[in-house]
């Protein structure tokens, strides 16, 4: 859904919004977070990977691995612009320069309350200086993106003339810093609109979520005419942290219907890396990315979203790399049990299903969170063996060394048992490799179409999920499966996978 051409006929929209992204400066500066070299250089490959136009890679002047970083990023060859920040001083502007920068982002305040405790400098020399600094960045070869520190309580009209005046020293583009998340968006809207006027030049919008605004802030901001948005992973950043990338992203996309260059599917991967790296974790309920985004529990919700997503869901979520998740609890209904159930390969009739609902509201009710594991667990306790199909994992072995896993397993395949091993060796992936190869020893005819491994949000025994989707000879299947490894997740989402296949094979066949 797109309110595009509601929206068109009130603002001049822009047709393409340019993502600048300053995870790697603004979201380093979030309290507790310092990222090594090694670890800044991934999450600018994984930004560029994503699409986005220029990576803010850090400030390059603060120290040495700083510097390294920002050089080590610019020469990576990727397909982003890079930048540093730089204050409006020389040797901040040469340090982002020898760091092979393509963009200097240079900035000062504009606030009566930054220019009198923090720069004790008078209006006059903020000008002069940011005019003398911005025609010094032009003159060493780069881009120049021109911030006014605490733009949002600047008196506007100074800040219209400082924007003038770094126009006509040659800025390229202005940003306009929300930087204590002070702005609403009707005041967003009108500083875009206004700074685009005055100056023709590119505008950026750059908020902080101090109020819970950043978001709507930038939004604001592009209705304006802003044409250049700045952002970071998971919204990370001084104090309450800077607008959310995937927040902006999906909202332009879906709900202006405003392009940009970003590949969508890869934004869930990009947020895990930078939650891993940073030690930021995602909150559940944080929009786009977080685990509960895209999952359901109420009886009725699920009821829904089986028979159509779009019932509760705005977007898909592999649109943007998510998965969907039918939690079981206390608000579960029939159709969410039997959903879960089907996936790991177990087809109850209705008292069954009935008999495990009870159990499991019975556990909600006293403020447990159930595990997929733990739903298995209860169908197994309540009907035995009934509920398996005719393929089992009877015994399983994982075994890691440096160059290599084993994975060791003892299926029942129709009533015999049949042994098998696989070996894997491709960096990261052996694990995979090796619980694949195990598999298809004894299932040859089965093709991987696509493996997902999850770590579960409420379990410590069985901490690993694995969702794969098996193309058969009638079509294609998806199979669940936990695991106290990756290993074994993988192979009980095979058998679960092939179960269903073959019991809704023998169903037709009778
Ligand atoms: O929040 C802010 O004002 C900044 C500037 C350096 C752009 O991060
Ligand atoms: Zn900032």
Redesign the pocket.
């Known amino acids: 859904m797109s309110w595009k051409s509601l929206l068109e006929g009130v603002y001049s929209l822009p047709s393409r919004v340019y993502f600048f992204d300053?995870t790697l400066r603004?979201g380093e500066q979030t309290p507790g977070v310092a990222l090594r070299v090694e670890e800044k250089m991934l999450i600018a490959e994984a930004l560029a990977d994503l699409g986005i136009d220029v990576i803010e890679a850090g400030f390059a002047v603060v120290s040495r691995g700083e510097f390294e970083a920002v050089k080590k990023i610019s020469g990576m060859g990727l397909s982003s612009q890079i930048c540093s920040?730089s204050r409006c001083d020389r040797r901040d502007i040469d340090a982002a320069v020898d760091a092979g920068c393509d963009w200097v982002?240079v900035?000062i305040a504009t606030s009566d309350i930054h220019m009198k405790y923090k720069l004790s400098l008078t209006r006059e020399q903020v000008v002069e200086r940011a005019v003398e600094m911005v025609e010094y960045a032009k003159s060493r070869g780069v881009v120049v993106h021109f911030?006014a520190?605490?733009a949002t309580r600047s008196d506007q009209d100074f800040l219209m003339s400082v924007f003038r005046s770094v126009k006509e020293a040659g800025a390229d583009s202005i940003?306009i810093?929300d930087?204590v998340g002070v702005a609403l968006p009707h005041v967003m809207r009108l500083l875009a609109e206004k700074s685009r006027r005055v100056t023709g030049l590119p505008v950026a919008v750059?908020c902080?979520d101090d109020m819970g605004l950043a978001t709507a802030n930038t939004l604001a901001g592009v209705e304006g005419g802003a044409e250049i948005v700045?952002v970071t992973v998971n919204g990370i950043g001084?104090r309450a942290g800077n607008t959310s990338l995937e927040e902006v992203a999906v909202a332009l996309k879906f709900l202006y219907g405003i392009e940009s260059n970003i590949n969508f599917e890869k934004i869930a991967r990009v947020s895990k890396l930078v939650a891993r790296l940073t030690g930021i974790p995602v909150p559940k309920n944080k929009a786009v990315v977080g685990e509960n985004a895209f999952s359901h529990e109420s009886g009725i919700h699920v009821h829904g979203v089986i028979k159509n997503p779009a019932t509760y869901e705005p977007i898909m979520p592999e649109q943007v790399g998510m998965r969907r998740r039918i939690v079981v609890g206390k608000h579960s209904g029939i159709h969410s049990i039997n959903t879960v159930l089907r996936q790991y390969g177990y087809f109850l009739n209705s008292d069954e299903v009935k008999m495990v609902l009870d159990r499991v509201k019975e556990i909600g009710d006293t403020g447990h969170k159930l595990s997929d594991h733990e739903l298995l667990e209860i169908v197994k306790e309540l009907l035995g063996a009934k509920a398996a199909g005719p393929v089992a994992l009877k015994g399983f072995q994982q075994i890691t060394t440096q160059s290599e896993d084993r994975c060791i397993a003892e299926f029942e395949v129709q009533g015999e048992i049949m042994h098998s091993e696989g070996i894997g060796k491709t960096p990261s992936l052996s694990a995979i490799d090796a619980s694949l190869k195990a598999f298809k020893n004894i299932l040859e005819n089965v093709e991987v179409k696509d493996l997902s491994l999850f770590a579960s949000p409420y379990e410590d025994r069985h901490p690993y999920e694995a969702e794969v989707t098996l193309a058969l000879s009638d079509g294609v299947i998806i199979g669940k499966g936990t695991g106290k490894t990756s290993s074994h997740a993988i192979l009980n989402a095979m058998v679960s996978a092939v179960n269903q296949h073959l019991l809704a094979v023998s169903r037709r066949v009778v």
Do not use: V
Request: charged residues 35%.
């Open positions: 300053t603004d920040l982002h900035f911030s520190e605490d940003d810093p930087t750059h902080h700045h001084e």
